[in-house]
T-cell receptor, first 115, second 114 residues
């Protein structure tokens, strides 16, 4: 098993550009989520999904869109990048949102810089 | 206000020594508490998960404790190694509007020197 795979690892965007951060997991996990990690702050939830076809907003959803067409994939879209979106982005998956004691598996992150 | 506070923010320890990291939380209703290790440039990796009824759990040289009454947890690293240099993140799982959510601390940055 590869676990949670994120691509790309690094990306530089110009303000106003759009891009998609990819996340794929091969563990058949129901729950997938996107976090951003900024210096001096804990990870913050952007969007999450409890299964294919179901998505919901997290703590900081503005400027980001998601979709969940398959169990395996959960892409994060930036429609018009802003410098405030410069951050490290982590995708995480878990076996079930209702099963609170299951662990979360994190990807290795995407470091995004918006200039 | 951050619902998960960790201390110290950073510390430097000599290889072979022990250290203890602290986590205080105000999150409720509480489901469980997790400690993660995050190496530089990598994603967090789970070390321990403790529920309300558990007050200690070990994973090799890592031992976590939980006092659910005082809402405090600690992570003890025994006989530290250079590979223990990392950020250690305390994460409290709670329920929000029926959904499970994670509240993250900012992390304890540990540097082990030879």
């Amino acid at each position: 098993n590869a676990g949670v795979t994120q691509t790309p690892k690094f990306q530089v965007l110009k303000t106003g550009q759009s891009m998609t951060l990819q996340c794929a997991q091969d563990m058949n996990h129901e729950y997938m989520s996107w976090y951003r990690q900024d210096p001096g702050m804990g990870l913050r939830l952007i969007h999450y999904s409890v299964g294919a076809g179901i998505t919901d907003q997290g703590e900081v959803p503005n400027g980001y869109n998601v979709s969940r067409s398959t169990t395996e994939d959960f892409p994060l879209r930036l429609l018009s990048a802003a410098p405030s979106q410069t951050s490290v982005y982590f995708c995480a998956s878990s076996m079930g949102t209702g099963k609170a004691n299951y662990g979360y598996t994190f990807g290795s992150g995407t470091r995004l810089t918006v200039v | 206000k951050n619902q998960v506070e960790q201390s110290p923010q950073s510390l430097i320890i000599l290889e072979g020594k022990n250290c203890t990291l602290q986590c205080n939380y105000t999150v409720s209703p509480f489901s469980n508490l997790r400690w993660y290790k995050q190496d530089t440039g990598r994603g967090p990796v789970s070390l321990t998960i403790m529920t309300f009824s558990e007050n200690t759990k070990s994973n090799g040289r890592y031992t976590a404790t939980l006092d659910a009454d005082t809402k405090q947890s600690s992570l003890h690293i025994t006989a530290s190694q250079l590979s223990d240099s990392a950020s250690y993140i305390c994460v409290v799982s709670h329920t929000l509007y029926g959904n499970n959510r994670l509240a993250f601390g900012k992390g304890n940055q540990v540097v082990v020197i030879p």
